[in-house]
């Protein structure tokens, strides 16, 4: 498809599990950013790649979030032991490089509704 | 740090009316953007403006405006003549030149527009 995809749309997990989500950015976009979007509050950054290594994870909460993009494309957050507190919104979203080396627009996918019981 | 700061947290207007969204944020950084995005209830972002510290500029667009004003560190956004499509929150966000392009965002603004 044209936009960013993300899958899967909803997930429910028990307390403890171990849980995979995925993202397909925009073909060509070098550029890939994971947010967390609690209810009520605005996307919270959590960690951005440019191309396939992470150029920044400071946002990750804790040792129990991990990211991957093997292949500067599709990325992959793995969250373990969840807890209930990782209850959220997953956005993943996609940017292409201009000048100076900073982006403009992020493209946003509809996100994964993690509910952790 | 850098802030956004978004104070109003729900707005109801009725159909042509205008509404005026705040945002205001901090940074000691020169050279940033700035930026405002929608999200109705499908959950995705929509871009809506970007923003450069360099280009006070007021820009319109349709039925919408933002006024950039640095001396109070204000990005606001103006929807003239709402309608009720325009439902929905608005997030305004900062993003700081060579850190990769990191959005920040504020809290949101919901804004209901009844008919």
């Known amino acids: 498809g044209a936009g960013v995809s993300q899958t899967p749309s909803n997930k429910v997990t028990e307390k403890g599990k171990y849980v995979e989500l995925r993202c397909d950015p925009i073909s060509g976009h070098t550029a890939l950013y994971w947010y967390r979007q609690s209810l009520g509050q605005g996307p919270e950054f959590l960690i951005y790649f440019q191309g396939t290594g992470a150029a920044d994870d400071s946002g990750l909460p804790n040792d129990r979030f991990f990211a991957v993009r093997p292949e500067g494309s599709v990325s992959t957050l793995k969250i373990q032991r969840t807890e209930r507190g990782d209850s959220a919104v997953y956005l993943c979203a996609s940017s292409s490089f201009n000048e100076g080396g900073n982006t403009g627009e992020l493209f946003f996918g509809e996100g994964s509704r993690l509910t952790v019981l | 740090a850098q802030k956004v700061t978004q104070a109003q947290t729900e707005i109801s207007v009725v159909e042509k009316e205008d509404v005026t969204l705040d945002c205001v944020y901090e940074?000691?950084?020169?050279?940033?953007?700035l930026f405002w995005y929608k999200q109705p209830p499908s959950g995705e972002l929509v871009f809506l403006i970007r923003r450069n510290s360099f280009d006070e500029q007021n820009e319109i667009s349709g039925r919408y405006s933002w006024n950039f004003q640095k001396s109070t560190s204000s990005f606001n956004f103006t929807i003239t003549a709402s309608q009720v499509v325009d439902s929905a929150v608005y997030f305004c966000?900062?993003?700081?030149?060579?850190?990769?392009?990191?959005?920040?965002f504020g809290q949101g603004t919901e804004l209901s527009v009844k008919p």
């Open positions: 966000a900062l993003s700081i030149y060579n850190q990769g392009g990191k959005l920040i």
């Open positions: 940074t000691r950084d020169t050279t940033y953007y």
